[in-house]
């Protein structure tokens, strides 16, 4: 869910949940139950509902009460780092994708870092309070973490990202960020084609986000967005999306900019969990084509 220092990765569909909402207008002793027999199992159902659909306006609408429902479930049920990360994946991807007022998107990044920080906690100990370890203990604790720990890394990783954007008017939140690149390379390590080379997508976000002059490394950033290409088959389209609008434009390549977003919109969308990942990029890269002219 990709997505990054930008407002991306796109979300949701889950009509086939809404049994789960109406056996909970039982009486709450029964809700709870049902919640603590089935939460985690609604929350992996339900973000795999939600990337698949291509309904970007019913997904925006409708996501808010999934998220109220979500709050529900990790009431009755606080410890369950599953239904804990899927939360954390859900909002994250909810607020990056469609919400576009500062103050909002601050409350749900908190949110969603929050989320995926105890569910990491839950996992493992020395996980707790990784943001107020000193770096170099912060190194430590990640650089031992293993392929068992890799999609609460990962998540904590992705939720962090939005977290520092959302927050980017404190320069105290912006200097985190390379504890997100540390956590991302790390992932990279373990397994690069985890999330279909997902790590790669935020390594070449944060490469190409300033000039050279200013310390980016737009060519470390090529070499990330082509590697998470290969990787996804060329499927997920936000990359080359991505790799258009801050790579291309960063370095005044307009054959490429035009090449990539063209090959976007020619794409087919479907794809498991990245249907809507796709048709989010396929509207995007029709806005960032259309300004091409003026860009360039």
């Not at 109406?22 to 339900?46: E, F, P």
């Not at 991807?93 to 839950?122: H, M, N, Q, T, W």
């Amino acid at each position: 869910m990709l997505t990054t220092f930008y407002k991306k990765l796109p979300l949701t569909k889950p009509h086939r949940h809404m049994l789960f909402v109406t056996i909970c207008v039982c009486s709450l002793a029964g809700c709870v139950t049902v919640a603590s027999n089935i939460g985690a199992r609604v929350g992996g159902n339900l973000s795999k509902s939600i990337l698949n659909s291509n309904d970007l306006e019913t997904i925006k609408a409708g996501t808010p009460a999934y998220l109220i429902l979500l709050d529900s479930l990790i009431q009755a049920e606080p410890e369950s780092s599953q239904l804990l990360i899927s939360a954390a994946k859900i909002t994250n991807a909810y607020a990056g994708a469609f919400v576009e007022e500062p103050a909002r998107a601050k409350i749900l990044s908190d949110k969603s870092l929050d989320f995926a920080s105890r569910a990491a906690c839950i996992h493992k100990a020395y996980f707790c309070s990784l943001n107020k370890k000193s770096f170099n203990e912060f190194k430590l604790l990640v650089s031992n973490t293993n392929k068992k720990d890799l999609d609460f890394l990962y998540t904590l990783g992705s939720s962090w990202a939005s977290w520092i954007q959302a927050h980017s008017d404190d320069w105290n939140s912006i200097a985190q960020m390379a504890r997100v690149q540390f956590i991302m390379e790390k992932v990279v390590e373990i397994d690069e084609f985890h999330d279909d080379g997902g790590a790669h997508l935020y390594l070449g976000t944060l490469a190409s986000l300033l000039p050279p002059a200013l310390g980016g490394k737009p060519e470390v950033g090529k070499k990330h967005f082509g590697r998470a290409i290969e990787i996804s088959k060329g499927k997920n389209l936000l990359v080359k999306t991505m790799y258009a609008e801050l790579y291309a434009r960063l370095v005044f390549d307009q054959d490429l900019h035009d090449r990539l977003l063209k090959e976007v919109l020619t794409s087919d969308p479907i794809a498991p969990n990245l249907t809507l990942i796709n048709t989010f990029a396929q509207k995007k890269a029709k806005s960032l084509l259309a300004e091409s002219p003026d860009f360039f």
